[in-house]
């Protein structure tokens, strides 16, 4: 089986996050970037238990600059055999999909698995787009996935409980939290990665449609109101009209 | 902690959240190479995951978590430095740096556990053994199967192993071997032991003992408020029968044992860097959580001067300890320097631990936050591999080339 493993660079889940003065990107100083834990934990790790049972190769794939190559020699310490970087600063949703797309297009392979969403900007959309540029089928959410001769079942995660799917090869997923565990890669795979290939690819030309215009902050937590235990009517109020909670 | 069917405590995995955030005020995450911030990384999850949630009540219980073990050799932290083809990692010097100082970051009880196996019984045999010692011992020293001590120091003989009583005698096709070594980091569990004994002219040599040897034991020393979850012991030989095959052949006099510690105590000088930093980060968040007269205590200028000359003497460290990897990554960092780097550090990590230990107040004095135990820890780290005294002779004798020991 021929795994396509899509990952990308996400901030520390510990970053203060921070914008520019006219709030149109991230303030990217003294951030510290990891693997997007959907990709590394679930997607990437069950295409390597995949080709373990069955035999195959596992890709990675990532659309950045080269700084992006730390996170990529992650991917191929945890156990994949190959990466591909398509050399570019990135773009939206579409223009990551298209690249990627049309790496995969000419690559035949069997299953293109992604996380269910970046911790960045939690867009959820490179998956469908991939599917759909490829023309293939795309299932979302898996937490689930065993694959029997062409032939894939995945329980997906549905509101309130688990909608199960078969699904022939060639396929895109999307892996949600359940999929696989997470993997620490020791200190032999480190060293292995640096012989693996990662091969450069230049991006195509493709016009971007979606331009971020502004980010935002969440408003700051205000502080506790402490409520006298006799004053159960300013409790009610409170919670209808400032927490909107009744 | 729960009670089993035979009456006896048993740890239960305890979830507590391991907040540590890396502190890197120099930016000298820039003068490492991929493989070193991926080792640094991998290491640091698989403390969160592994040490973090049970550390602090192995500790509370002198229990050692010898499950580690296997687990410390499945990520490569045995032997990193060494060939991949004898059991190691095929890494560099500052690799092994950056995964001491992530484990030690965790416990010095641990980073012990993996210091002892790598540099003191790994690497005596990768250098001074035979071919076919090497063969027989390293892969399962690498992989966790045989747990490894090394034994130098006696009841009599600390910073003086010169001294030591611990013989070898002649006898046809092995040697017997008498006497008695103290302070051993893992020896109770311990597969094989590498012993520093005089043979009968009076020679330093260095011999392999499996445990199952007639007349050999390796009873456990109790009551240490320090290293409560590294196991330590004595070794003590009553006419051991050690096959000849079993002396590591290429080495002769104190030059042996004292290789093998300056292995060791690079990776101390790393390894107590990772103490400090988890300190420190507990006493930064921490003041700024605690409020005390209407404020955070981080606001008080007490605090700050604390917490400002911490993360100032850390990146000193963490320079020193760069610089001294970039030296021993050429094979150019002698004793002395070693020496130097592992007296320095250690005292700013025990110094750290002290004025964290005051910015959390009463807590600091609990287990709710890690910094008492690096703090009792740290103790033993600046007496062990070299006393804190005897480095700072070493560097005097160095500058001054006139010997202050006898």
Known sequence: ?246 | MQTNSNGIHTIEKKAKEDRYQHHDYYNIDELLDDDHLLARDAVRTWVKQSVSPIIEEYSEKAQCPTHLFKELAEIGAFGPSLPVEYGGGGMDEIAYGVIMQELERGDSGIRSMASVQGSLVMYPIFRFGSEEQRRKYLPKLGSGEFIGCFGLTEPDHGSNPSGMVTNIKDDGDAYILNGSKMWITNSPVADIAVVWAKDEAGKIRGVIVEKDMKGFHAPEIHGKWSLRASITGELVFEDVRVPKANILPEVVGLKGPLSCLSKARYGIAWGAIGAALDCYDSALRYSLEREQFGKPIGQFQLTQKKLAEMITEITKAQLLAWRLGSLANKGKATPAQISMAKRNNVNMALEIAREARQIHGGMGITNEYPVMRHMMNLETVLTYEGTHDIHLLITGMDVTGLNAFK
């Open chain 1, 1 to 246: 089986m021929k795994i396509l493993v899509c990952v990308s660079k996400a901030p520390d889940t510990t970053t203060k996050i921070a914008f520019n003065a006219d709030g149109t990107a991230l303030n990217k100083d003294g951030v510290q970037y990891i693997m997007n834990p959907y990709d590394e934990w679930y997607a990437l790790v069950r295409a390597l238990e995949l080709k373990e049972a069955a035999g195959g190769s596992v890709t990675i794939i990532n659309v950045g600059p080269k700084e992006n190559d730390t996170v990529i020699r992650k991917g191929l310490a945890i156990g994949a055999d190959n990466a591909v970087r398509i050399n570019s600063n990135g773009g939206s949703a579409m223009y990551i999909a298209k690249q990627i797309a049309e790496y995969a297009k000419g690559e035949s392979f069997d299953v293109v698995i992604t996380g269910k969403e970046t911790i960045d900007e939690n867009r959820s959309e490179v998956g469908a787009m991939l599917a759909e540029f490829l023309d293939m089928p795309f299932i979302s959410y898996a937490s689930k996935m065993d694959v029997a001769g062409n032939t894939a079942t995945i329980d997906r995660d549905i509101e309130g409980g688990t909608e199960t799917v078969e699904v022939d090869t060639p396929f895109v997923l999307s892996a949600a939290k359940g999929l696989a565990e997470q993997r620490i890669p020791n200190m032999r795979g480190i060293m292995m990665a640096k012989r693996k290939p990662l091969n450069v690819v230049e991006a195509v030309a493709f016009d971007d449609l979606v331009v971020p215009v502004h980010y935002e902050l969440p408003p700051a937590k205000s502080a506790v109101k402490l409520v006298d235990p006799e004053n159960m009517d300013e409790l009610v109020r409170l919670l209808h009209e400032e927490a909107k909670a009744l």
